[in-house]
């Protein structure tokens, strides 16, 4: 796997070539940006691409090096886990590469290389506890020589000044949802569930490689309900119910952010119905029965003041604004 088997993010990978290109990689980079983009499958390319045996500032994929690499079967190339590190209540144990417990983190560090050209560590560090952040400071105080790290983190944060400080940064941006889209296509998902998806999972492809499309289909003919009803003037006591009275948990935000999403999907295609007359180019065209019906019944413009209503709706989520407020004013919005 090469930089440019990994979607978005073009400039990091060409920093990245460039550098390795001259030689002149830093022996300690932090990779910055959302869940999902990439950073492990970034670090992944890069471990390979300072052990390929065939190029300097890539990887070639074939060569015995980077196979073994895409195999989890370097030794030289390791990931640092913590002892019961716990994602969603679940013990972790997705690291297919050989893995490091950050108390030996020293000892290793200091090793030459077993078999390859460069030991390279790779670390999602998330929370930081003092011990694991005093733990790398250590290691990345007296640099080895012949070793890497990459560090990965959601939020830097959550990292620790000091440790900023001694690495290169790098922060990754969503990956567009038409590359997303590309990417399913690609992989032999239907198109119009490839478009579903690619929506829903707001620039996580990690997840959009995963999503389950059946729930997804599911998810897109429940906010189809909502929606049409909402427009209609009834549904909206229920839609508040569903989103504005229960928990303020990241989950809850995350799933009102995908349906106000499909719903905005849903008005675009209102827009160019009414406005343009183009259904060939409709984001939900197995709806357009239903779209057609709407767009003919309702104003004029209506389909554009409601993609307006959801931006709004979509940035008051990004800022934070109260879940209740928000989801009332769009609901008052949407009957119009
Ligand atoms: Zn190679």
Partial sequence: MGFDDIAGNARIKAVLR????????PHALLFVGPPGVGKRRTALALAQALNC???????????????????????????????????????ETRSSLGIVQFRELKQWAGLRPLSGKRRVFIWDVG??????????LKVLEEPSPSSTFILLS????????????RCQRLVFASVASEEIERILLRRGCPEERARTIALLVRGDLDRALEEDWDLAEKRRAEAWAAFSGLVDGRGGADFIRRWALPRRTKEAREGLAE???LFRAFSRD????????????????????GLSELAGRLAPGTGLRLVEA???????LERRLNTGLLVSALAARMIG
Avoid: W, Y
């Avoid at 073994?68 to 640092?80: C, F, K, M, N, S």
């Avoid at 929370?127 to 790398?136: K, R």
């Avoid at 406005?275 to 357009?288: K, V």
């Fill in 127 to 136: 929370l930081m506890s003092d011990d694991a952040g005093h733990a790398i």
């Fill in 259 to 261: 349906e106000i999403e």
């Fill in 270 to 289: 209102l827009v160019l119905l009414q406005e343009a007359g183009e259904p060939g180019r409709l984001l939900n065209p197995d709806f357009e029965t």
């Fill in 53 to 91: 045996l065939e190029r300097a500032d890539d990887a070639c994929g074939r060569c015995p090096s980077c196979r073994t690499i895409a195999d989890g079967r370097h030794p030289d190339v390791l990931e640092i886990i913590r002892p019961q590190v716990r994602k969603n209540g679940v013990e």
């Fill in 154 to 165: 959601e939020n830097p944060d959550l990292v620790l000044p000091t440790i900023k400080s």
């Fill in 18 to 25: 460039r550098t390795l290109g001259r030689g002149r990689l």
């Fill in 310 to 316: 959801f931006d709004r709706a979509l940035t008051g």
